[in-house]
């Protein structure tokens, strides 16, 4: 099933419904779908679920491939918003990876294209 | 819970050891291979896992004491990593029968392993892994 069509689709009650799918592929493409959203349309209780999202234990933990995991997808759709409230969303929420999860949420922004312009980041 | 190839999920890894000592030849050249992509070689902890990158190769976490089983593995996705051309993450996890299909295909070389083993305990234990992570991927 084509994940983007679905969360294209969906009213925004329902992306907050695929945040907590047993589909960790259906999160992630509800998290990517919410960062479409803020950027044209920018609204604190979607920057809320997708804040939520990140820090949820299971996602956290759930590795969508290699060492990506779904929170740094969250992180990714994040970090791609142009809002203040975002950026301090994005650095607020740094604070809970860790060590080498750090390490891997950084090498995946940077594979994924995202030019680091959080100092915090290039110190970490 | 998907953990990746930590041990638990090696399952060929305790009956037959490190890829590097039991198949020393294939793992030479797979590493070979690795290096002349210039895929970015992490052996810095236990796992095997491979993470695709954006236009360029993707790293590959490589445990030294991981089984060619789980080897193949990781280096099956390589492989279809580089032949879909480095199109990034986003790519394979915006369609869920996409990327189960990579997933199929990665686990079929650990079942070809087990196959030439004719270890069908090992190749019980991949199903079972397989199964595990066809569940997480459509969340059923």
Known sequence: ?124 | MWNKFLTTNDPAREKYGAAKNSHPEEYKNILKILRENEVDIDQSRPMMAYSPAKNRAGRFILDPQASLAALRHEFKHFLDDKAAGYPGLKFYREDDDKFWKMEFWAFAEELKFARQQKDYDLARKIVKLMRERKAEIFGR
């Open chain 1, 1 to 124: 099933m084509n994940l983007v069509r679905q969360t294209k689709e969906a009213a925004n009650p329902q992306l907050g419904e695929f945040l907590n799918s047993d589909s960790f592929l259906l999160r992630a493409a509800a998290m990517d779908e919410i960062s479409n959203r803020l950027q044209t349309n920018f609204d604190d209780n979607l920057l809320k679920s997708l804040s939520d999202a990140v820090r949820e234990k299971r996602n956290r933990e759930t590795f969508v491939r290699g060492t990506i995991t779904v929170a740094h997808i969250g992180m990714f759709a994040l970090a791609r918003i142009n809002h203040f409230k975002a950026r301090e969303k994005f650095l607020s929420l740094l604070s809970i990876f860790k060590d080498a999860d750090l390490k891997d949420l950084i090498w995946y922004l940077e594979a994924e294209g995202i030019s680091i312009a959080f100092p915090e980041l290039q110190t970490a």
